[in-house]
């Protein structure tokens, strides 16, 4: 599997953004996709997931701001991202998880002006 993510850019505070994560195969049978991210000079942290049935779980600081999608025919997870704020400025990294396997995309920039 392979992970192409895209959506990133400058936005103002308040502001909002949508990301995309196109796989290169199936992901009906991936039990986990979701988002991590990476502020400068901070750790890679945990974002969002969502589960092949649907569900999802959020990190405190997006819940009510961020919405993880899947689209199981187009093979594509979204991350609509809105009243963002100048600390979701970060790398935004797609993930895929399945069995003992972990899938990375390439990263996409967010920046949140003040």
């Known amino acids: 599997v392979q992970l192409q993510a895209s959506g990133g850019g400058l936005v103002q505070a308040g502001g909002s953004l949508s990301l995309s994560c196109a796989s290169s195969?199936?992901?009906?049978?991936?039990?986990?996709m979701g988002w991590y991210r990476q502020a400068p000079g901070k750790q890679r942290e945990w974002v969002v997931f969502?589960?092949?049935?649907?569900?999802?779980t959020y990190t405190d600081s997006v819940k009510g701001r961020f919405t993880i999608s899947r689209d199981n025919a187009k093979n594509t997870v979204l991350l609509q991202m809105n009243s963002l704020k100048p600390e979701d400025t970060a790398v935004y990294y797609c993930?895929?998880?399945?069995?003992?396997?972990?899938?990375w995309g390439q990263g996409t920039l967010v920046t949140v002006s003040s």
């Open positions: 993930i895929a998880l399945q069995g003992w396997s972990t899938f």
């Open positions: 195969g199936s992901i009906a049978s991936i039990n986990r």
């Open positions: 969502i589960f092949s049935g649907g569900n999802t």
